[in-house]
C-alpha cells in the first residue's frame, strides 16, 4: 500500500512540472514584455534595471526559467510585485480560510447530493424522481456568482439574518473562542450554501446514474427477491457499491469546486487564496498569482492522488498488481 | 412517402445525409462564426436586415447550418423513416428537446434581432438623479424646453403658469413658458423603463438585450472552437500512435487539473482584455474533455473492419481520420459542442463579473451584474434580471445538450 502511494506521489512530480511550465510561459511568452508588468512609464530607467535585477529578469529567459524552478523547489516563491513582501507571507494566511470554505461546502456537496440522488434513483421515473433531476439540472445552469448575490439579496438585505461578507466580524476576537467559532460559523452559511448548490447537480446525477447503475445487479435482484425493502436495498447494498464511481468524482469535482471558490470568495469578500489572487489581478502583481495558480493546481494533483489511493483502499481490484490484502 | 417542406430543396440530402454531413455542418458553423466574429457581433443585427450581402449571408448561413446540422439523417432508419426526416422526427418525439430547441432559437433571435428590439441606446446615461436606480416599470417624464434640451422628471404638475417637477426627492419649479409649444404633448413625453434603470440610469431591459448577441456570440463560438481543438488533438492523439498519445494526454490532463477559472484568469492577467481575448481564452481551456471524447472514439473504431478496409485500399492516417473515423464521432461531438456552449458561456459570466472578460462599454450579462454591486441594497433588478436571462440561456442549450444525448444513447 505504502509503495501504491509513494509510486503515485512521484507520478505525480512530472504533471507538476509540466502545470509549472505553463504557468511560467504564459506568464514570460504572451505578448508584451513581463518586465512591462512591474513598472510604470515614471519610474526612472536606474531604478528599472535595478528593479529587473532585484527580480531577475535581466537574464536569459532559460537561466530564469531554471533559477525560477529551482527557486520553487526549494520553496522559495518570489517577492510580491505589489506589495514587496515574500509571496509565501501573502499566500499562506488565505489558505486556511479557502480550505474551510471549500472542505465544507465539498462535504455538504456529496452528503446531500448522495442522499438527493439515491431519493431519485428510489423513485426512478416518479414525481420525485423528475423533480430531482430537473433541480440538478436548474442547478447546473445557474452561474455561482449570481446565485451569492441572490443569497445576499434575500438573507441579508433582505431579511438581515446572515452577514453577508467577510470571515469574521471585527468585535469578533473579543468574544473568546466559542464565540470566534460561533462567528466564523454564521459568516460561513451564505458561502457555504452557495458553493454547495453550485456543485451539487454533479454530484446527484452521478449518484443517481450510478446507484441505477448498481440496483440492477444480480446480486441485488436476489436481494429483492428474498422480499427486503427497496430503500434498505439501497443503502445496505447499494450504496457501497455506487461509491467508488463517487469517489472518483471527488477528485475530478475539484477543478471545478476551487473555480467556484473564487467567484464565491469574490462575491462575500472571503479572506481565502481566490481572493488573493483576484486583488493580484487586479494590481498585475504576476507573482502572486502564479503562486496562487500553481497552489490550486497542486491541491487539485493531491485530491486526485487521495481519491485514487481511496479507491485502492476500497477496492483492491483496482491496484496495479494487487490482490486482496 | 413523399417528401415534405425543407427536404425538397436541392442539395439538401446531400449535405444532410451524407457521411459527413454532420460533421460538415460543424465545420462550416465554425468558420461562418468566426467571419462573423471579424465583423464584430454588435453590428450582426443589422447586417441581418439590411447589411452587405456578404456580412448577411454569413449570419444567416450560420443560423441555417445549426438547424440542419441538428436535422442531419444519417442515423435515419431505412424503410421506416421517410429520407430527410429520420432524426428530425426522433428528435421531436422528445418533448424536452422541442421546449430547449424552441428556447435556444428564441434566444438566438432574440440576439440577431437586439438592436431592432432595443427600446433604448443601452449606452446612453442617464440625466442626473431622476434616472438612476429606477424600479422595473418606473415612468421618467422628459421635459423639452424652448431652447432646446431636456429635463428628466420623476414626476410633474402643472400649476397655473408654472410647471412643477421632482427629480429625485426634491421638487423644483419653472415657468410654463420657458417649455416648448403650447399643448402638454408637446412639451411633456414620457419614458418608460419596464426593467428599471441602473446606477448610471442606463435601462436596464436595453443593456439586456445589447448583451445578448455578445454572450451568446461568446459563449457559442468559444465553445465551437473548443470542440474542434479537442477533435483536433483528440483525433491527433488517437491516430498517430503511442508515444505521441502519452504525451497529449499528459498535457490534457495537465490542464484539466488547473481549475480553469485560475487558467483563464492567469492569461488575462498578463494581456488586456477585450471580445477576441475572452474568446480565444476560453476556446484554449475548454477542448480537454472534447478531446478525451474524440480519442476514447478513435480508439474504440481503430481495429472496425472498415478501417482496415480503408488501410488496405491505400488511405493514409489522415485520410483515415478525417473521412472515415471523425464523422463517427460527428454526433457524440455536437452533443458535446452544445453542453459546452453553457459551460462557456457560465465561465465568461464569471469573467465578465470580475472585470476581466468582456471590456465596457460593451455589454455582457456577466458584466451588467457585476455594475449591480455598488447599489445591491437599493437596486436588485439590476442583478436580478440579467441573471434570470443568463440561466435561462444556459438551461436551454444544457437541457437541448441533454436530450440530443438521450436520443443517442437510446439507439
Given at each position: 500500500?505504502?509503495?501504491?502511494?509513494?509510486?503515485?506521489?512521484?507520478a505525480?512530480?512530472?504533471?507538476l512540472?509540466?502545470?509549472?511550465?505553463?504557468?511560467?510561459?504564459?506568464?514570460?511568452?504572451?505578448?508584451?514584455?513581463?518586465?512591462d508588468?512591474?513598472?510604470?512609464?515614471?519610474?526612472?530607467?536606474?531604478?528599472?534595471?535595478?528593479?529587473?535585477?532585484?527580480?531577475?529578469l535581466?537574464?536569459?529567459?532559460?537561466?530564469?526559467?531554471?533559477?525560477?524552478?529551482?527557486?520553487?523547489?526549494?520553496?522559495?516563491?518570489?517577492?510580491?510585485?505589489?506589495?514587496?513582501?515574500?509571496?509565501?507571507?501573502?499566500?499562506?494566511?488565505?489558505?486556511?480560510?479557502?480550505?474551510?470554505?471549500?472542505?465544507?461546502?465539498?462535504?455538504?456537496?456529496?452528503?446531500?447530493?448522495?442522499?438527493?440522488?439515491?431519493?431519485?434513483?428510489?423513485?426512478?421515473?416518479?414525481?420525485?424522481?423528475?423533480?430531482?433531476?430537473?433541480?440538478?439540472?436548474?442547478?447546473?445552469?445557474?452561474?455561482?456568482?449570481?446565485?451569492?448575490?441572490?443569497?445576499?439579496?434575500?438573507?441579508?438585505?433582505?431579511?438581515?439574518?446572515?452577514?453577508?461578507?467577510?470571515?469574521?466580524?471585527?468585535?469578533a476576537?473579543t468574544?473568546?473562542?466559542?464565540?470566534?467559532?460561533?462567528?466564523?460559523?454564521?459568516?460561513?452559511?451564505?458561502?457555504?450554501?452557495?458553493?454547495?448548490?453550485?456543485g451539487?447537480?454533479v454530484?446527484?446525477?452521478?449518484?443517481?446514474?450510478?446507484?441505477?447503475?448498481?440496483?440492477?445487479?444480480?446480486?441485488?435482484?436476489?436481494?429483492?427477491?428474498?422480499?427486503?425493502?427497496?430503500?434498505?436495498?439501497?443503502?445496505?447494498?447499494?450504496?457501497?457499491?455506487?461509491?467508488?464511481?463517487?469517489?472518483?468524482?471527488?477528485?475530478?469535482?475539484?477543478?471545478?469546486?476551487?473555480?467556484?471558490?473564487?467567484?464565491?470568495?469574490?462575491?462575500f469578500?472571503?479572506?481565502?487564496?481566490?481572493?488573493?489572487?483576484?486583488?493580484?489581478?487586479?494590481?498585475?502583481?504576476?507573482?502572486?498569482?502564479?503562486?496562487?495558480?500553481?497552489?490550486?493546481?497542486?491541491?487539485?494533483?493531491?485530491?486526485?492522488?487521495?481519491?485514487?489511493?481511496?479507491?485502492?483502499?476500497?477496492?483492491?481490484?483496482?491496484?496495479?498488481?494487487?490482490?486482496?490484502p | 412517402?413523399?417528401?415534405?417542406?425543407?427536404?425538397?430543396?436541392?442539395g439538401?440530402?446531400?449535405?444532410?445525409?451524407?457521411?459527413?454531413?454532420?460533421?460538415?455542418?460543424?465545420?462550416?458553423?465554425?468558420v461562418s462564426?468566426?467571419?462573423?466574429?471579424?465583423?464584430?457581433?454588435?453590428?450582426?443585427?443589422?447586417?441581418?436586415?439590411?447589411?452587405?450581402?456578404p456580412?448577411?449571408?454569413?449570419?444567416?448561413t450560420?443560423?441555417?447550418?445549426?438547424?440542419?446540422?441538428?436535422?442531419?439523417?444519417?442515423?435515419?432508419?431505412?424503410?421506416?423513416?421517410?429520407?430527410?426526416?429520420?432524426?428530425?422526427r426522433?428528435?421531436?418525439?422528445?418533448?424536452?428537446?422541442?421546449?430547449?430547441?424552441?428556447?435556444?432559437?428564441?434566444?438566438?433571435?432574440m440576439?440577431?434581432?437586439?438592436?431592432?428590439?432595443?427600446?433604448?441606446?443601452?449606452?446612453?446615461?442617464?440625466?442626473?438623479?431622476?434616472?438612476?436606480?429606477?424600479?422595473?416599470?418606473?415612468a421618467?417624464?422628459?421635459?423639452?424646453?424652448?431652447?432646446?434640451?431636456?429635463?428628466?422628471?420623476?414626476?410633474?404638475?402643472?400649476?397655473?403658469?408654472?410647471?412643477?417637477?421632482?427629480?429625485?426627492?426634491?421638487?423644483?419649479?419653472?415657468?410654463?413658458?420657458?417649455?416648448?409649444?403650447?399643448?402638454?404633448?408637446?412639451?411633456?413625453?414620457?419614458?418608460?423603463?419596464?426593467?428599471?434603470t441602473?446606477?448610471?440610469?442606463?435601462?436596464?431591459?436595453?443593456?439586456?438585450?445589447?448583451?445578448?448577441?455578445?454572450?451568446?456570440?461568446?459563449?457559442?463560438?468559444?465553445?465551437?472552437?473548443?470542440?474542434?481543438?479537442?477533435?483536433?488533438?483528440?483525433?491527433?492523439?488517437?491516430?498517430?500512435?503511442?508515444?505521441?498519445?502519452?504525451?497529449?494526454?499528459?498535457?490534457?490532463?495537465?490542464?484539466?487539473?488547473?481549475?480553469?477559472l485560475?487558467?483563464?484568469?492567469?492569461?488575462?492577467?498578463?494581456?488586456?482584455?477585450?471580445?477576441?481575448?475572452?474568446?480565444?481564452v476560453?476556446?484554449?481551456?475548454?477542448?480537454?474533455?472534447?478531446?478525451?471524447?474524440?480519442?476514447?472514439?478513435?480508439?474504440?473504431?481503430?481495429?472496425?473492419?472498415?478501417?482496415?478496409?480503408?488501410?488496405?485500399?491505400?488511405?493514409?492516417?489522415?485520410?483515415?481520420?478525417?473521412?472515415?473515423?471523425?464523422?463517427?464521432?460527428?454526433?457524440?461531438?455536437?452533443?458535446?459542442?452544445?453542453?459546452?456552449?453553457?459551460?462557456?458561456?457560465?465561465?465568461?459570466?464569471?469573467l465578465?463579473?470580475?472585470?476581466?472578460?468582456?471590456?465596457l462599454?460593451?455589454?455582457?450579462?456577466?458584466?451588467?451584474?457585476?455594475?449591480?454591486?455598488?447599489?445591491?441594497?437599493q437596486?436588485?433588478?439590476?442583478?436580478?434580471?440579467?441573471?434570470?436571462?443568463?440561466?435561462?440561456?444556459?438551461?436551454?442549450?444544457?437541457?437541448?445538450?441533454?436530450?440530443?444525448?438521450?436520443?443517442?444513447?437510446?439507439?
Amino acid at each position: 500500500m505504502g509503495g501504491y502511494i509513494v509510486r503515485r506521489l512521484l507520478a505525480g512530480i512530472p504533471l507538476l512540472w509540466l502545470i509549472w511550465t505553463l504557468v511560467f510561459v504564459v506568464g514570460h511568452l504572451v505578448p508584451g514584455r513581463s518586465e512591462d508588468l512591474y513598472t510604470s512609464p515614471q519610474i526612472s530607467r536606474q531604478d528599472q534595471e535595478r528593479l529587473n535585477r532585484v527580480y531577475g529578469l535581466d537574464r536569459p529567459i532559460i537561466v530564469q526559467y531554471t533559477r525560477q524552478l529551482l527557486a520553487t523547489v526549494r520553496g522559495d516563491l518570489a517577492l510580491s510585485t505589489s506589495r514587496g513582501r515574500p509571496v509565501a507571507e501573502i499566500i499562506a494566511p488565505a489558505v486556511g480560510p479557502t480550505l474551510v470554505l471549500a472542505g465544507t461546502a465539498l462535504l455538504v456537496q456529496f452528503t446531500l447530493g448522495i442522499l438527493l440522488g439515491a431519493l431519485a434513483a428510489l423513485r426512478q421515473g416518479r414525481v420525485l424522481d423528475h423533480a430531482i433531476s430537473g433541480l440538478a439540472l436548474v442547478l447546473y445552469s445557474i452561474p455561482v456568482f449570481w446565485l451569492g448575490i441572490l443569497m445576499v439579496l434575500i438573507f441579508s438585505l433582505r431579511l438581515a439574518w446572515l452577514p453577508p461578507s467577510h470571515y469574521s466580524s471585527l468585535s469578533a476576537s473579543t468574544a473568546g473562542l466559542s464565540g470566534h467559532l460561533f462567528d466564523v460559523g454564521i459568516h460561513m452559511v451564505l458561502p457555504v450554501a452557495t458553493l454547495t448548490l453550485a456543485g451539487l447537480a454533479v454530484v446527484i446525477r452521478h449518484a443517481r446514474s450510478s446507484l441505477l447503475e448498481v440496483l440492477a445487479h444480480e446480486n441485488l435482484k436476489a436481494a429483492r427477491a428474498r422480499g427486503l425493502p427497496e430503500w434498505r436495498l439501497l443503502f445496505r447494498h447499494g450504496l457501497r457499491q455506487a461509491i467508488l464511481p463517487l469517489i472518483t468524482l471527488l477528485g475530478l469535482a475539484l477543478p471545478a469546486l476551487l473555480s467556484g471558490a473564487l467567484l464565491v470568495e469574490v462575491v462575500f469578500s472571503w479572506p481565502g487564496l481566490g481572493q488573493t489572487t483576484y486583488q493580484a489581478i487586479l494590481a498585475r502583481d504576476y507573482p502572486v498569482v502564479q503562486a496562487a495558480t500553481l497552489l490550486t493546481a497542486t491541491m487539485v494533483v493531491l485530491g486526485n492522488l487521495a481519491a485514487d489511493v481511496a479507491i485502492s483502499v476500497a477496492d483492491p481490484r483496482t491496484r496495479p498488481g494487487g490482490t486482496a490484502p | 412517402m413523399t417528401r415534405r417542406g425543407l427536404t425538397r430543396l436541392p442539395g439538401f440530402r446531400a449535405w444532410t445525409s451524407g457521411r459527413h454531413g454532420l460533421a460538415l455542418s460543424l465545420a462550416a458553423l465554425a468558420v461562418s462564426q468566426v467571419l462573423l466574429w471579424t465583423w464584430r457581433w454588435e453590428m450582426l443585427a443589422p447586417a441581418l436586415i439590411s447589411g452587405p450581402l456578404p456580412q448577411s449571408l454569413a449570419a444567416w448561413t450560420s443560423l441555417a447550418l445549426l438547424g440542419l446540422a441538428l436535422l442531419g439523417d444519417r442515423n435515419a432508419v431505412p424503410g421506416r423513416d421517410a429520407p430527410g426526416t429520420g432524426s428530425w422526427r426522433h428528435l421531436t418525439r422528445d418533448p424536452m428537446i422541442c421546449v430547449s430547441l424552441v428556447a435556444s432559437c428564441g434566444y438566438l433571435v432574440m440576439a440577431l434581432l437586439a438592436p431592432a428590439l432595443m427600446p433604448q441606446d443601452p449606452n446612453r446615461i442617464g440625466d442626473g438623479a431622476a434616472t438612476q436606480n429606477l424600479p422595473p416599470g418606473a415612468a421618467v417624464h422628459l421635459l423639452l424646453r424652448r431652447q432646446g434640451g431636456t429635463i428628466a422628471a420623476n414626476a410633474v404638475d402643472l400649476q397655473g403658469d408654472t410647471v412643477r417637477f421632482r427629480r429625485g426627492g426634491s421638487w423644483s419649479s419653472l415657468p410654463r413658458a420657458d417649455l416648448r409649444g403650447t399643448l402638454p404633448d408637446d412639451w411633456h413625453r414620457v419614458r418608460y423603463h419596464w426593467l428599471g434603470t441602473d446606477h448610471l440610469g442606463r435601462d436596464l431591459l436595453s443593456r439586456m438585450l445589447a448583451a445578448a448577441p455578445v454572450s451568446l456570440g461568446i459563449g457559442m463560438t468559444a465553445a465551437l472552437l473548443a470542440v474542434l481543438l479537442g477533435a483536433l488533438v483528440g483525433g491527433v492523439a488517437g491516430m498517430a500512435g503511442r508515444r505521441v498519445d502519452a504525451l497529449l494526454m499528459r498535457i490534457t490532463d495537465m490542464f484539466l487539473a488547473f481549475p480553469r477559472l485560475f487558467l483563464v484568469l492567469l492569461v488575462l492577467a498578463v494581456i488586456p482584455g477585450s471580445l477576441a481575448a475572452a474568446t480565444l481564452v476560453l476556446a484554449a481551456t475548454g477542448w480537454m474533455a472534447p478531446a478525451r471524447l474524440v480519442r476514447a472514439q478513435i480508439l474504440s473504431l481503430r481495429e472496425e473492419p472498415f478501417v482496415h478496409a480503408a488501410r488496405a485500399a491505400g488511405r493514409g492516417r489522415t485520410g483515415i481520420l478525417v473521412r472515415h473515423l471523425l464523422p463517427h464521432a460527428a454526433a457524440p461531438l455536437l452533443v458535446a459542442a452544445s453542453l459546452r456552449i453553457g459551460e462557456t458561456m457560465l465561465v465568461e459570466a464569471g469573467l465578465s463579473y470580475l472585470g476581466l472578460g468582456v471590456p465596457l462599454p460593451h455589454a455582457s450579462w456577466g458584466n451588467i451584474i457585476a455594475g449591480a454591486r455598488p447599489a445591491l441594497a437599493q437596486a436588485w433588478w439590476v442583478a436580478a434580471f440579467p441573471g434570470m436571462m443568463l440561466t435561462g440561456a444556459v438551461l436551454s442549450f444544457n437541457l437541448l445538450g441533454d436530450g440530443l444525448r438521450r436520443v443517442m444513447a437510446r439507439r
